[in-house]
């Protein structure tokens, strides 16, 4: 069963929330807007179809229902530009929690050539919401670990992958939230380095990489709903004064 070392309270993240938009520079307030109205634009698109951000993923895929550690879409997507790189993909039963059908797993890298990181996982529930993010331990995705400082000063621009195969509007709608939680995402990697007690300096220590028992390593389940609300309200606020 997969187990979650450190769990960060949704409630007092939205307070945080409040507080790190509050802080934004204008441009990069504007730009939050933006993504929010773009991420929520999608989500309607997909209601007036009848679909979800899973139907869109796997609308292309022969395999009904989705195969267990089967990757989504097959090869996974890579921007040949940026190097970020996605996949989906969902545990065997009494591996994953029992509201999750799966999560995609992102990686970022600081240019092309270099070797990927992986900064999140999004977990979906059954109707295509997001459940949670989290981190997890090197072995879990084989990457390059870097440190929690290095990943959030990489984020969000090198999370871009702009792609028209085998779905652009999959790949902007995970860009969007990426950008959306950005506070959420610089936490969940600080706990991340603070559980495993690592500094940053150097490379993580084998033993602790490859440490099985340590799989999921900090998690925050998300109201995307209310962060979109939140957005909406102080940008009200900010551009009516």
Known sequence: MRTFSVTISALCSLDDYRDWLIQLPEPDFDEL??????????????INDQQTILGELLRDEPDSPVLRWQHYPS??????????????????????PCDEHGHFHLFIRPEPSARFSHF?????DARGAVRSLFTTNRWVTDEYFRSAND?????????????????????RWL????RLCEPHIQRLLIARDEFLGWTGEGELPVEIAEDRSKQVLSEEFIDIYA???????????????
């Open 151 to 171: 990943l959030v000063s990489l984020l969000p621009n090198t999370f871009v992958v702009n792609r028209a195969r085998p779905s652009w509007l999959v790949s």
């Open 227 to 241: 962060i979109l609300t939140i957005v909406q309200h102080m940008g009200v606020q900010r551009y009516s004064a």
């Open 120 to 124: 999140v996982g999004v977990s979906i």
């Open 75 to 96: 090869g996974d997507v890579s921007d040949p530009d940026t190097g970020a790189m996605y996949y989906y993909h969902a545990h065997a039963d009494g591996e994953r």
């Open 175 to 178: 860009m969007m939230l990426v």
């Open 33 to 46: 807007v933006s993504a929010a109205q773009e991420f929520f634009d999608i989500n309607q698109a997909l």
